[in-house]
């Protein structure tokens, strides 16, 4: 079955950076866009940036563009997210997803299988 393992959270001060990892198992990888989506406490999940497969399409959520970069290494079977300039509104469990047959990039119904998540915080 596909397995998701996020690696790389953790404590920042604002403006730091961090990089997010996203390794991927039981799947042929290149095959499948891939998701970051965010859900900060008491508030929804969230989009955040998309790949796909092939790398070569790339979208960003507005509060984030410019920011943030995804990437990914289909030979390594993994998915980043280099986070810069982060602001204490960036906190938040960070999730990596694949995305299903649907055309929506950015809605959470529109990806079938999800990490455990990796903890964000930002402190001011």
């Known amino acids: 079955q596909v397995q998701l393992v996020e690696s790389g959270g953790g404590l920042v001060q604002a403006g730091g950076s961090l990089r997010l990892s996203c390794a991927a198992s039981g799947l042929t990888f290149s095959s499948y866009a891939m998701g970051w989506f965010r859900q900060a406490p008491g508030k929804d999940r969230e989009f955040v940036a998309y790949?796909?497969?092939?790398?070569?399409?790339?979208y960003y959520a507005d509060s984030v563009k410019g920011r943030f970069t995804i990437s990914r290494d289909n030979a390594k079977n993994t998915v980043y997210l280099q986070m810069n300039s982060l602001k204490p509104e960036d906190t938040a469990v960070y999730y990596c997803a694949t995305k299903g047959s649907s055309v929506w990039y950015s809605r959470v119904s529109a990806y079938d299988s999800w990490g455990q998540g990796t903890p964000v915080t930002v402190s001011s």
């Open positions: 790949i796909a497969g092939s790398g070569t399409s790339k």
